[in-house]
């Protein structure tokens, strides 16, 4: 039972349409089951990203850290309107992305974060959030910043994003950016995979998650940039 100051403490909620979950194929052949997470994953997700925090590395450190406290937000209640979408192969957590409704006409992005590099995964995953906030949530934008320079040619130059100077994003730092409904569905037939609806046994593999090898995914996230310097 909550009691009344928690129950003040609780952000006011708007009506969210679900995500309907979807299935990719990457381009090394295994097969990305794209769904929303629940509250109850929370914590899977936070064991995840924990290592991250600490990783100087293509700002994981900043972006792991950011999502971490949003997450847990999400979970203390203490987000209003939040999402959270994950990428699973074989039942294992490959990236996370994050957002909410501003109100119901306005989105805002929040994270990106790839586990498993190299498969343009955190892309899926972005057009996927995108995908959300535009056909499944009706919204007519979404505000978007980058905090990496791979984030910025993936968001801001791959679709392209329009200038939107004048709305200051809610993560601070620069300006936001801005998917509309236009550019969204001028850049879908490039950018947005996937197929619906997921097979019975695909989607039973995706629970639970299981959150990668520590090890593993450190080597491979360095590897991976080392090979881009």
């Given at each position: 039972m909550m009691?009344?100051?928690?129950?003040?403490?609780?952000p006011p909620k708007l009506d969210m349409a679900p995500y309907p979950a979807k299935h990719i194929l990457l381009a090394n052949g295994e097969t990305m089951v794209v769904r929303s997470a629940s509250l109850d994953e929370v914590d899977v997700l936070l064991d995840a990203i924990d290592p991250l925090r600490t990783l100087d590395r293509d700002f994981y450190d900043v972006v792991g850290a950011r999502l971490y406290a949003e997450l847990l937000g999400w979970k203390r209640h203490r987000v209003r309107n939040e999402y959270c979408l994950v990428?699973?192969?074989?039942?294992?957590?490959?990236?996370?992305?994050?957002?909410?409704?501003?109100?119901?006409?306005?989105?805002?992005?929040?994270?990106?974060l790839t586990l498993k590099r190299g498969l343009r995964i955190g892309a899926h995953l972005f057009a996927s959030k995108m995908e959300h906030h535009i056909e499944y949530l009706g919204q007519d934008e979404v505000w978007i910043v980058a905090e990496s320079p791979i984030g910025?040619?993936?968001?801001?130059?791959?679709?392209?994003?329009?200038?939107k100077f004048?709305?200051?994003?809610?993560?601070?730092?620069?300006?936001?950016?801005?998917?509309?409904?236009?550019?969204?569905?001028?850049?879908?037939?490039?950018?947005?995979?996937?197929?619906?609806?997921?097979?019975?046994?695909?989607?039973?593999k995706s629970y639970p998650i299981r959150k990668p090898d520590l090890r593993t995914m450190l080597i491979q996230i360095g590897e991976t940039l080392e090979a881009k310097l």
């Open positions: 009691d009344h100051l928690e129950a003040m403490l609780r990428g699973v192969i074989d039942g294992e957590l490959a990236g996370i992305v994050n957002g909410r409704m501003f109100d119901e006409k306005h989105g805002i992005s929040y994270h990106t910025h040619r993936r968001w801001m130059i791959e679709y392209p994003l329009q200038q004048s709305i200051q994003h809610e993560l601070g730092g620069a300006p936001s950016w801005v998917l509309t409904r236009e550019t969204y569905f001028k850049a879908k037939s490039r950018l947005v995979s996937g197929a619906r609806p997921v097979p019975a046994h695909l989607l039973e």
